[in-house]
């Protein structure tokens, strides 16, 4: 019985992907019925980006024959057949979302082919560094008998006319939270800031305002403080990054504290505007190191020490901070957990699908 590890085909994956392969993607060449004569070493990473100048279409390549079993390991001999530019889109490599809308001013956008709320956008929060942590605005008071305030409760905020505030003003309603510490390194990276709702100035004074609470995320409380709020559009999938940078980092933690993330959920990442991060920059979510099942017997004889990396999913960035980012989860291959690495992918790569026939 042939032993199915090959050690450059694994090592050869793994070294494509750490030297940056991923992310620089170039335009699909059309295949013409072409197919590849497997040779000992290549892998179906190499191969399809050889002939479709793109390493993450592989999953479609690996669909289109359905005679490999396992991606990961080809025979010299084999022959792979590459599927053309049309075919690709066939199985979904550029498909677009029916119905999506084509601007993004509305209450709801499409990021990565998925529905996402301005809700969500808006209550997503961020980690915070000890410089930004500047908000004296707060709510003060209020007339309202119980403690947690609701959508049209009225309150009273210690900011007015002296800081320039007019009637009609937006602030969000934030609430400052623990530290926020990077998995690995434990360097403490800011404090973790929620947003809870919105206010709108009702009445403007010199230095005590009326407001109303016109959005509830989550419970309000008097102490909250104040962040100055403007409108931004949404993000849709047309907004995606499409410039060529490199940029590597780790998702930190999600939102609310929990692991096994999923489509939708939204997470802070160690990367920021210092790193070149804007708000539309796509991330490919992957994981490295030694897999959790390996036959070691088996590895050991073939003198594997090294393993191909996994794609777990992709994110796109919501908002940018200095040093770290807020973003939301846009498509889970597998289970997700903060500690997995990311690298910047344009939007000129196609979206991750976990080998669905579509």
């Known amino acids: 019985m042939k032993i199915r590890f090959q050690t450059a085909v694994l090592t050869a994956l793994g070294a494509c992907f750490v030297a940056g392969v991923i992310g620089l993607a170039g335009p699909v060449l059309g295949s013409d019925g072409r197919s590849h004569n497997v040779i000992r070493g290549d892998t179906l990473w190499d191969v399809t980006n ?6 993450f279409f592989w999953p479609k390549v690996w669909q289109y024959n359905p005679h490999i079993e396992n991606p990961h390991l080809i025979y010299p001999g084999e022959q792979v057949r590459i599927p053309s530019r ?54 003060v008071s209020s007339w309202e008998e119980q403690n947690m305030l609701v959508e049209r409760d009225l309150v ?21 939270g623990d530290d926020v510490r990077h998995p690995v390194t434990k360097e403490a990276l800011g404090k973790q800031v929620s947003v809870h709702g919105l206010l709108k100035i009702t009445t403007s004074k010199e230095d005590l305002s009326v407001a109303r609470i016109v959005k509830s995320y ?8 104040l962040r100055a709020y403007h409108a931004e559009p949404l993000l849709t999938s047309q907004d995606l990054s499409t410039e060529s940078k490199s940029i590597d980092g780790m998702i930190v933690k999600n939102t609310l504290g929990k692991d096994n993330l999923a489509v939708r959920d939204v997470v ?12 539309g920059d796509r ?3 992957y994981r490295g190191g030694v897999p959790f099942q390996v036959s070691r017997p088996d590895a050991l004889s073939a003198g594997i020490t090294e393993y191909p990396p996994d794609i777990m999913g992709e994110l796109v960035v919501l908002a940018a901070g200095t040093k ?16 997995d690495k990311i690298k910047y992918s344009p939007r000129s790569l196609p979206p991750i699908k976990k080998y669905a026939i579509n």
Do not use: C
């Open 283 to 285: 991330f490919i979510i």
């Open 324 to 339: 770290s980012a807020t973003a939301v989860v846009v498509e889970e291959l597998y289970e997700i957990n903060p500690g």
């Open 50 to 55: 050889q002939y479709l100048a793109n390493p």
């Open 218 to 225: 989550s419970e309000i409380e008097v102490g909250d403080k």
């Open 268 to 279: 802070y990442i160690d990367v920021g505007k210092e790193d070149g991060v804007t708000v």
């Open 156 to 176: 009273h905020v210690n900011i007015g006319s002296r800081e320039g505030i007019k009637t009609g003003d937006l602030f969000q309603i934030i609430r400052v």
């Open 86 to 139: 049309e075919e690709l889109e066939q199985m979904g490599i550029s498909r677009a979302v029916p119905g999506a809308p084509t601007g993004s001013v509305g209450a709801t956008a499409f990021v990565g082919g998925h529905l996402v709320e301005r809700p969500l956008f808006e209550s997503s929060g961020f980690i915070a560094s000890p410089e930004e942590l500047t908000w004296d605005g707060a709510i």
